[in-house]
């Protein structure tokens, strides 16, 4: 499983919808403004229904958010581990994701305000959705291209989607 910025895949897309949080002075983390990049499993065979969320403050990863929006059952049949099952669920501090000292802070506020976000839940759904369709779907090279940019998908991401192998 590589993950893969969704970005890179969809820029026009998520300059619209990264979400951003200000955090005003006199809090516990740092003030400014902290950045929630999206972060997806490019394998086409691979259904886990998670997102990893890189929170960027001052152009620095200062945690790495792994969360399943899916109910446990979904993980246990998914990953047939009860235990692992449990991690995939929610979020977490992710194991292999960069992490700083204000990493838990972080994921205390991701708990107690982000996920009370109704709209950025589905937003996250309807993105990795996105992001999953082009492997399932063929794209031909004279149609509109995935990324909302409005251009033939041959003048814009082919090259991009096919490793620069595209005949």
Request: aromatic content about 10%; glycine content about 8%.
């Amino acid at each position: 499983m590589m993950m893969e910025p969704f970005h890179e895949r969809f820029l026009e897309t998520a300059e619209k919808e990264t979400r951003c949080m200000i955090i005003p002075s006199g809090k516990k983390l740092p003030e400014g403004e902290y950045f929630l990049t999206e972060s997806y499993c490019n394998d086409s065979s691979c259904d886990c229904r998670r997102v990893f969320i890189n929170i960027i403050h001052n152009q620095e990863i200062v945690a790495t958010i792994g969360y399943g929006w899916e109910d446990l059952p979904f993980y246990e049949r998914w990953l047939a581990d009860k235990e692992l099952a449990v991690e995939m669920k929610g979020p977490i501090l992710e194991l292999g994701g960069q992490q700083s000292e204000q990493s838990s802070e972080l994921l205390k506020l991701f708990k107690e305000v982000i996920l009370r976000d109704i709209e950025y839940i589905e937003r996250l759904k309807r993105h990795y959705d996105m992001f999953k369709s082009i492997k399932k779907k063929k794209i031909g090279r004279n149609e509109h291209c995935h990324c909302g940019s409005g251009k033939k998908y041959k003048k814009c991401c082919l090259d991009k989607d096919t490793g620069g192998l595209c005949s």
